[in-house]
């Protein structure tokens, strides 16, 4: 009986709690978003700037932090969401979101979209609406410790460079007894950054018309990827993270344990701050193949019921520009001017995100493409992970999955 | 029929006259009941009968969630098993552990008082601590218990990466909690007459048949208490699985209540989430009282036992 009353009671008092805030002052604007520390201190001081833009305006940042969608899908059920709001699973709520289309092509000269990446604006789009605008992104890269290649004689790895090399030059730091490892490799992924690895291996998770998963998701492809994850657990060239205990990758690899860590953007800081020796690169591909990075971008988005939906878009306008995104500086720009302003394309350390982006403008998320994908990736996310605590039997455990979602592709 | 109502009409008039003063008093648990229990489980009940998103329209299906359940989804029988397993390791070890640990600190050692509140603190402890204090214990490569282990020689096993030693880790980090039933039992135990242990002592029972035919049968009472709590938190276990395995390894702690939660929060299906908690509550109603009516069979009530003998 407790159960239900924690699904309804949130709920409940939400709707006290913001039917009461909404009263206190006109021309209020709400703006929801999941980051904190850091990245809330830029969220609030771009909307510090946008209230001075607008005298009048005032913006009321809701940072809901890690309870985001719990915290959104209780005052949306209540009748009484945001204004603006961070997002990016966009099919889950897109009966909420107002559709930016005819906004953007008002304003087409103040927003232009051509300075934006394609990769960027696929990830808000919905049978060709835009439900939101990108505010920030990353792509993924592999981190490696100079040091640690400089004092083992590895060669560094270069752009271009493939699994094997990875393999061959983790399986060379392999030290058990000191629990120092060439690369670590996660038994329970993102599913929705995992599926780069099926990209770049010349499938994919779901038929682009969201239909098809038997033949694509436990394609030999597919199980090939999810093999070779397992195979580098048994042959110890990686640690293997998640199997029961929750050590991060990127705790081994600011410790020197590892040499090599694939990950994006957000880990970027942390590692800065610890001090260890790094370089980027671009992920490896497999055999060649055209490799393509998972997205991973916020968008700002304004809800259906927004009682001013014109200050909103000035809002997510003022979000977008190219004065707010130069401000962000705990993710990338999602504007191309913006990035070249700061030569970012040239850095070493941010260069391969860009690259990456580069060539990461073909495939488009699973989730967008099926309402029930998010179903569908519990099944997947168990073959994952069962691959890699077997260490291998990839072709049966996604074989399993498969027929586990056939009943929400009915 | 018609005197007893006549001369209870005083009565009632007595109480009219005291006006609406006895229901002001008890107001706050009137309103909290209809708002925060009565309120949501109709609402829920309502939410149940249709595909409720959590964003966009909801439809009417009448019961189609719940054939859905029973029928096409294997996932629902999954972790209603689970559950159940859980719940016949949880059940019985809580009872018999905090019953011996009442026991126990009823022999009145010394430092009694100090065993009680070491046995009681974990259920002082909020989830989230408690399950931080267990990843520690229970890490493969730094926890405590393989530690241990490792003295008797024992290379011990990933107490939460494997697949089957999951939800035993999970049953024994969920009855550190059984600080509440101990104290029942150790109420109960302080309250049976020393006058029986004593006729019995000088009766020359001994000490073992005296916890069967004096202590057991007293205590009665509360271990049907205990067994139904128990048995009710079993099937609600949620806080401890979600933050300690997330379900994993390979969905082996997945339990009904997590897959309730989901179903709400991840996947954004109210209604379903809604039905499976009636299903749920269903399941705890007859349980509970196919146990009651067992009951009658072995709990002893005092009160009961003297009006038997009055009337025979």
């Given at each position: 009986?407790?159960?239900?009353?924690?699904?309804?009671?949130?709920?409940?008092?939400?709707?006290?709690?913001?039917?009461?805030?909404?009263?206190?002052?006109?021309?209020?604007?709400?703006?929801?978003?999941?980051?904190?520390?850091?990245?809330?201190?830029?969220?609030?001081?771009?909307?510090?700037?946008?209230?001075?833009?607008?005298?009048?305006?005032?913006?009321?940042?809701?940072?809901?932090?890690?309870?985001?969608?719990?915290?959104?899908?209780?005052?949306?059920?209540?009748?009484?969401?945001?204004?603006?709001?961070?997002?990016?699973?966009?099919?889950?709520?897109?009966?909420?979101?107002?559709?930016?289309?005819?906004?953007?092509?008002?304003?087409?000269?103040?927003?232009?979209?051509?300075?934006?990446?394609?990769?960027?604006?696929?990830?808000?789009?919905?049978?060709?609406?835009?439900?939101?605008?990108?505010?920030?992104?990353?792509?993924?890269?592999?981190?490696?410790?100079?040091?640690?290649?400089?004092?083992?004689?590895?060669?560094?790895?270069?752009?271009?460079?493939?699994?094997?090399?990875?393999?061959?030059?983790?399986?060379?730091?392999?030290?058990?007894?000191?629990?120092?490892?060439?690369?670590?490799?996660?038994?329970?992924?993102?599913?929705?950054?995992?599926?780069?690895?099926?990209?770049?291996?010349?499938?994919?998770?779901?038929?682009?018309?969201?239909?098809?998963?038997?033949?694509?998701?436990?394609?030999?492809?597919?199980?090939?990827?999810?093999?070779?994850?397992?195979?580098?657990?048994?042959?110890?060239?990686?640690?293997?993270?998640?199997?029961?205990?929750?050590?991060?990758?990127?705790?081994?690899?600011?410790?020197?344990?590892?040499?090599?860590?694939?990950?994006?953007?957000?880990?970027?800081?942390?590692?800065?701050?610890?001090?260890?020796?790094?370089?980027?690169?671009?992920?490896?591909?497999?055999?060649?193949?055209?490799?393509?990075?998972?997205?991973?971008?916020?968008?700002?988005?304004?809800?259906?019921?927004?009682?001013?939906?014109?200050?909103?878009?000035?809002?997510?306008?003022?979000?977008?520009?190219?004065?707010?995104?130069?401000?962000?500086?705990?993710?990338?720009?999602?504007?191309?001017?913006?990035?070249?302003?700061?030569?970012?394309?040239?850095?070493?350390?941010?260069?391969?995100?860009?690259?990456?982006?580069?060539?990461?403008?073909?495939?488009?998320?699973?989730?967008?493409?099926?309402?029930?994908?998010?179903?569908?990736?519990?099944?997947?996310?168990?073959?994952?992970?069962?691959?890699?605590?077997?260490?291998?039997?990839?072709?049966?455990?996604?074989?399993?999955?498969?027929?586990?979602?056939?009943?929400?592709?009915? | 029929?018609?005197?007893?109502?006549?001369?209870?009409?005083?009565?009632?008039?007595?109480?009219?006259?005291?006006?609406?003063?006895?229901?002001?008093?008890?107001?706050?648990?009137?309103?909290?009941?209809?708002?925060?229990?009565?309120?949501?489980?109709?609402?829920?009940?309502?939410?149940?009968?249709?595909?409720?998103?959590?964003?966009?329209?909801?439809?009417?299906?009448?019961?189609?969630?719940?054939?859905?359940?029973?029928?096409?989804?294997?996932?629902?029988?999954?972790?209603?098993?689970?559950?159940?397993?859980?719940?016949?390791?949880?059940?019985?070890?809580?009872?018999?552990?905090?019953?011996?640990l009442a026991v126990l600190l009823n022999l009145n050692l010394r430092g009694t008082a100090i065993y009680r509140t070491a046995f009681y603190l974990?259920?002082?402890?909020?989830?989230?601590?408690?399950?931080?204090?267990?990843?520690?214990?229970?890490?493969?490569?730094?926890?405590?218990?393989?530690?241990?282990?490792?003295?008797?020689?024992?290379?011990?096993?990933?107490?939460?990466?494997?697949?089957?030693?999951?939800?035993?880790?999970?049953?024994?980090?969920?009855?550190?909690?059984?600080?509440?039933?101990?104290?029942?039992?150790l109420?109960?135990?302080?309250?049976?007459?020393?006058?029986?242990?004593?006729?019995?002592?000088?009766?020359?029972?001994?000490?073992?048949?005296?916890?069967?035919?004096?202590?057991?049968?007293?205590?009665?009472?509360?271990?049907?208490?205990?067994?139904?709590?128990?048995?009710?938190?079993?099937?609600?276990?949620?806080?401890?699985?979600?933050?300690?395995?997330?379900?994993?390894?390979?969905?082996?702690?997945?339990?009904?209540?997590?897959?309730?939660?989901?179903?709400?929060?991840?996947?954004?299906?109210?209604?379903?989430?809604?039905?499976?908690?009636?299903?749920?509550?269903?399941?705890?109603?007859?349980?509970?009282?196919?146990?009651?009516?067992?009951?009658?069979?072995?709990?002893?009530?005092?009160?009961?036992?003297?009006?038997?003998?009055?009337?025979?």
């Amino acid at each position: 009986m407790k159960r239900r009353h924690l699904i309804i009671a949130p709920a409940v008092l939400t709707a006290v709690f913001w039917g009461g805030m909404g009263l206190a002052q006109d021309k209020v604007l709400r703006f929801a978003t999941w980051d904190s520390d850091e990245s809330l201190a830029i969220q609030e001081a771009i909307a510090k700037k946008f209230e001075e833009a607008n005298p009048g305006v005032k913006v009321q940042v809701e940072a809901y932090g890690d309870g985001y969608d719990d915290k959104l899908t209780a005052a949306m059920g209540a009748g009484s969401p945001p204004d603006v709001m961070y997002m990016w699973n966009f099919p889950s709520y897109k009966e909420a979101l107002l559709p930016l289309n005819d906004f953007i092509a008002r304003d087409g000269e103040a927003m232009n979209l051509a300075d934006i990446p394609e990769g960027l604006m696929n990830i808000s789009k919905i049978d060709g609406n835009i439900y939101g605008m990108p505010a920030g992104f990353t792509t993924q890269v592999v981190f490696y410790n100079k040091d640690m290649f400089a004092a083992a004689g590895v060669p560094e790895p270069q752009a271009g460079w493939t699994w094997a090399d990875l393999r061959a030059g983790a399986a060379k730091f392999r030290n058990a007894d000191e629990k120092v490892y060439g690369f670590a490799v996660d038994a329970k992924p993102d599913p929705y950054d995992f599926e780069q690895f099926l990209w770049s291996n010349g499938t994919r998770y779901i038929s682009d018309d969201g239909k098809t998963i038997d033949g694509l998701m436990n394609s030999p492809e597919a199980a090939e990827v999810l093999n070779m994850f397992a195979d580098m657990i048994k042959t110890e060239e990686a640690v293997a993270l998640n199997i029961g205990d929750d050590t991060s990758g990127s705790a081994l690899f600011k410790a020197g344990k590892i040499a090599m860590f694939q990950s994006a953007m957000w880990s970027k800081s942390g590692i800065d701050e610890s001090g260890v020796n790094y370089g980027v690169v671009m992920l490896p591909s497999f055999g060649g193949k055209p490799v393509h990075s998972a997205i991973g971008a916020s968008a700002v988005s304004i809800a259906k019921d927004s009682a001013d939906p014109e200050l909103a878009w000035e809002f997510v306008k003022f979000f977008s520009s190219p004065e707010a995104v130069a401000m962000r500086t705990n993710d990338l720009p999602v504007r191309t001017s913006v990035a070249e302003a700061q030569g970012m394309q040239d850095d070493p350390i941010f260069k391969p995100f860009f690259d990456m982006l580069a060539v990461s403008n073909k495939e488009i998320h699973a989730f967008l493409k099926n309402a029930e994908w998010g179903r569908i990736q519990e099944n997947l996310a168990v073959a994952i992970e069962a691959t890699m605590i077997d260490q291998g039997n990839a072709q049966a455990h996604l074989d399993e999955a498969v027929a586990a979602s056939a009943r929400f592709l009915k | 029929m018609a005197t007893a109502t006549a001369t209870r009409r005083p009565s009632r008039r007595k109480a009219r006259g005291a006006g609406i003063t006895p229901w002001l008093f008890i107001s706050p648990w009137i309103l909290g009941f209809l708002f925060f229990t009565l309120g949501p489980l109709v609402f829920s009940f309502v939410m149940s009968l249709h595909d409720w998103p959590v964003v966009g329209t909801r439809t009417f299906i009448g019961f189609e969630n719940y054939t859905t359940m029973v029928q096409d989804d294997p996932q629902f029988w999954k972790s209603l098993w689970i559950t159940v397993k859980f719940g016949a390791l949880f059940v019985p070890l809580n009872i018999v552990l905090s019953f011996l640990l009442a026991v126990l600190l009823n022999l009145n050692l010394r430092g009694t008082a100090i065993y009680r509140t070491a046995f009681y603190l974990p259920s002082v402890i909020s989830g989230v601590a408690l399950v931080t204090i267990w990843a520690w214990i229970y890490s493969k490569e730094y926890g405590l218990l393989n530690y241990l282990l490792s003295f008797a020689g024992i290379d011990g096993p990933n107490w939460l990466g494997d697949r089957t030693w999951a939800i035993v880790a999970i049953t024994v980090a969920s009855l550190w909690g059984l600080g509440g039933s101990m104290l029942i039992f150790l109420a109960g135990l302080q309250s049976i007459p020393k006058e029986l242990y004593e006729a019995a002592r000088v009766s020359g029972v001994p000490p073992w048949a005296q916890i069967t035919f004096i202590t057991l049968p007293m205590l009665s009472p509360m271990i049907l208490f205990t067994l139904i709590t128990s048995i009710i938190s079993a099937f609600q276990q949620l806080t401890i699985a979600l933050l300690l395995t997330d379900g994993g390894p390979v969905n082996s702690t997945y339990f009904f209540a997590m897959y309730i939660y989901k179903t709400a929060f991840r996947f954004h299906d109210m209604g379903y989430a809604a039905a499976m908690s009636w299903v749920m509550f269903l399941i705890i109603l007859a349980l509970s009282m196919l146990v009651m009516r067992w009951s009658a069979a072995w709990v002893y009530y005092e009160g009961q036992a003297r009006k038997d003998d009055a009337d025979a």
